[in-house]
């Protein structure tokens, strides 16, 4: 079991520039979740899908957020325009039905 | 889904077992009870989770009281490795998606 796996670990750029975040859940997975984690507002999240479709992006801040899930083994984040207070730990984790979630060792975003 | 309320942070003394509250007076008949843990630059981590029964894996165990309006975790003999950051979720059954996680206890093991 490789667990959840994100890519890239660490980004750094600047404002203004698009970043796509990467996300491979553990296979046989149904549900994946994409979280951010601040030191001021704690883990929370975003969007979550249930076989590729998603279900609720009521944590998503604005619409320069947008996330995809093409298939069951991969989703991919998107910030355009990237913003400083964008500046976070992106987590996804995925689990199957009713079973706890799984994360990922996250991507650390910093916009400068 | 109901609130948790933990203490901020607590300290063990490596070996000894730590125990670390969470109460959850809002707690709805259908609402299980989850434990996750965060170690410093790492993605959290699900412990153990349950109902009304007190459940024990090779993590920790995990006691609610029978009005199931507070629990405790368990971790038996703690090591310097189960430093990080402890949160209490109550959840809904069947409601797989929202984890909402609070500010959790910070257990410092020392040796």
């Known amino acids: 079991d490789a667990g959840v796996i994100q890519s890239p670990r660490h980004e750094v750029t600047e404002m203004g520039q698009e970043v796509t975040l990467r996300c491979k859940p553990i296979?046989?997975?149904?549900?994946l979740f994409w979280y951010r984690q601040t030191m001021m507002r704690g883990l929370e999240l975003l969007i979550y899908?249930?076989?590729?479709?998603?279900?609720?992006d009521s944590g998503m801040p604005e619409d320069r957020f947008s996330a995809k899930m093409p298939n069951a083994s991969f989703s991919t984040l998107k910030i355009q325009p990237s913003e400083p207070r964008d500046s976070a730990v992106y987590f996804c984790?995925?689990?199957?039905?009713?079973?706890?979630?799984?994360f990922g060792d996250g991507t650390r975003l910093s916009i400068l | 889904d109901a609130k948790t309320t933990q203490p901020p942070s607590m300290d063990c003394a490596e070996g000894r077992a730590a125990n670390l509250p969470c109460n959850h007076s809002?707690?709805?008949?259908?609402?299980?009870v989850y434990w996750y843990r965060q170690i410093h630059s790492q993605g959290p981590q699900y412990i153990i989770h349950g109902l009304k029964n007190n459940e024990t894996n090779e993590m920790a165990s995990l006691i609610i009281t029978e009005d199931r309006k507070s629990s405790t975790l368990i971790l038996p003999h703690a090591t310097l490795r189960d430093t990080a950051v402890y949160y209490c979720?109550?959840?809904?059954?069947?409601?797989?998606?929202?984890?909402?996680f609070g500010q959790g206890t910070t257990l410092q093991v020392k040796p």
């Open positions: 899908f249930n076989n590729n479709v998603p279900i609720d």
């Open positions: 979720i109550v959840r809904v059954s069947g409601n797989t998606g929202k984890l909402i």
């Open positions: 296979s046989g997975h149904d549900y």
């Open positions: 984790a995925s689990s199957q039905t009713n079973q706890p979630q799984h």
């Open positions: 809002t707690i709805s008949g259908n609402e299980y």
